[in-house]
């Protein structure tokens, strides 16, 4: 039988610390390296903890142990009896999974209204979802915050370096804590497309109701006098 290592309740309390500050620091669009594992790279699911300090999903490590007897990071020598169980770990695994899931949603509604934004009839006015909340122009390069709120880039960079790293609202925030919302970014410029057809549409019509109504006034003068001729030469080669 394994002896326990002394040392194992502080790798824990360490891994646990460590993990739940990287999860609350990270966007949800990114997957905090201390709950996957080193080895599948997928989310902790079984979680089982090294002597070192390093942590697996039991099933990937075991199956590691079959041909090699050594710790994947570590390279020391490792058996299945060295892994201990860390059920603690999955407490915030899960609930980083619960705030990427309820983020998802949130996105996916942000896109399907700027569908719908994107493809409106009238294009009078900007639509509140394409504006940014600090330039309160529209957006160019839409960036998201894990809470699902949009902004422009530069204008964001440029508030956020004015304010000492603080939101409108005076909320902590940095440029480190946004990334491109490029979904949003696609809808843009689908709004920008019809929109700019809507113009060139307005512009148009008028030039073409004018020259339509120019093309036809000569043609009905043409067409009269042509008829006119034709009626003179009729009776001029008439005899009598």
């Known amino acids: 039988m394994a002896t326990r290592n002394p040392f194992d309740i502080d790798h824990k309390s360490k891994y646990l610390r460590e993990a739940a500050l990287e999860a609350n620091l990270s966007h949800p669009e990114t997957t905090p390296t201390m709950l996957t594992c080193p080895i599948d790279s997928g989310f902790l699911k079984d979680p089982v903890i090294t002597p070192e300090g390093f942590v697996y999903n039991k099933s990937s490590i075991l199956k590691w142990l079959e041909t090699k007897k050594e710790d994947p990071q570590s390279r020391k ?3 299945a009896k060295d892994l201990q169980p860390f059920p603690e770990l999955l407490i915030i695994v899960n609930r980083f999974v619960e705030t990427q899931t ?4 949130l996105k996916n509604r942000l896109v399907q209204n700027a569908r719908v934004a994107a493809r409106q009839k009238e294009y009078t006015e900007i639509p509140d979802i394409f504006l ?6 529209l957006i160019k390069t839409p960036v998201i915050t894990a809470q699902g709120k949009v902004y422009d880039q530069e204008a964001l960079s440029n508030f956020l370096i004015a304010t000492g790293n603080k ?7 940095s440029i480190d804590d946004v990334v491109v919302f490029d979904e949003l970014y696609q809808q843009i410029k689908v709004y ?3 929109r700019k057809r809507e113009v060139q549409k307005n512009q148009i019509q008028p030039s073409v109701s004018n020259g339509f109504g120019f093309f036809s006034l000569n043609f009905l003068t043409s067409w009269l006098w042509g008829t006119e001729e ?10 009598y």
């Open 77 to 79: 020598p490792l058996t």
């Open 102 to 105: 309820n983020y998802e949603k």
């Open 132 to 137: 940014c909340p600090i330039s309160k122009t």
């Open 167 to 173: 939101d409108e609202t005076g909320k902590k925030l």
């Open 192 to 194: 920008n497309f019809y």
């Open 230 to 239: 034709k009626k003179e030469k009729t009776s001029s080669d008439m005899t």
